[in-house]
């Protein structure tokens, strides 16, 4: 079992919808969670942080973290196809090494 | 306040030869973390440096090693080059306030092992 997991994608949204991305984590200890940006060619930016259950706002992005499940998401709404990158989940399991998951490609097409 | 900044950007290294990366993190982290990342492998952890001394470390071979100096600054070396060794090698400036950290990250060197 690896020990962060995203659904490689793409996943595929009109301009204007909801785009859900979704994680899971094997490791109970994990305290912090974290979801970058890519852009191809380009390094990751960080782009939301979350410590405890329930739901962060910033923008137009929400991160949503249920530690009972494991289960880390986040929702861009409003989706613009300049949201068009790879988005990777991270967690920090023990001290601050950042384990990340694979990514998922998003696309939002006009 | 100026991002991670890492040099060179690209390199181009034959098998055998051994090559060193320079990172300086954002002005007041004192934590520099190196990852690398390839397209079938993904980021993977390599290590992390806090005040001149290494934290932590992932599972990569001997070859590759790191060191920081006082002012923060570190650099990454890789010895006998293997083909396998083309990735993109991110460099993480960690801030940790009220307990939590945030890594944030350089541009990257693109190398490539001919």
């Known amino acids: 079992q690896k020990e962060v997991e995203q659904n490689s994608g793409p996943l595929s949204v009109p301009e204007g919808a909801i785009a859900s991305l979704n994680c899971t984590y094997s490791?109970?200890?994990?305290?912090?969670f974290f979801w970058y940006r890519q852009y191809s060619g380009k390094s990751p930016e960080l782009i939301m942080s979350?410590?405890?259950?329930g739901d962060k706002e910033d923008g137009r992005f929400t991160a949503q973290l249920n530690k009972a499940s494991q289960y880390v998401s986040l929702l861009i709404r409003d989706s613009q196809p300049s949201d068009s990158a790879t988005y990777l989940c991270?967690?920090?399991?023990?001290?601050?090494?950042?384990?990340f998951g694979t990514g998922t490609r998003l696309q939002v097409f006009p | 306040k100026a991002g991670v900044t890492q040099t060179p950007r690209y390199l181009i290294k034959t098998r055998g030869q051994q090559v060193t990366l320079s990172c300086s993190p954002i002005s007041g982290h004192r934590s520099v973390s190196w990852y690398q990342q390839t397209p079938g492998q993904g980021l993977q952890f390599l290590f992390e440096y806090f005040s001149e001394t290494q934290r932590n470390k992932g599972n990569f071979p001997g070859r590759f090693s790191g060191r920081q100096f006082s002012n923060s600054r570190s650099e990454m070396n890789v010895s006998t080059l293997e083909l396998g060794d083309s990735a993109l090698y991110l460099c993480?400036?960690?801030?940790?306030?009220?307990?939590?950290?945030?890594?944030?990250f350089g541009p990257g060197t693109r190398l490539t092992v001919l």
């Open positions: 979350i410590y405890s259950n």
């Open positions: 993480a400036s960690s801030y940790t306030g009220q307990g939590r950290t945030e890594q944030f």
């Open positions: 490791d109970r200890v994990s305290q912090s």
């Open positions: 991270a967690v920090t399991p023990r001290g601050d090494k950042l384990i």
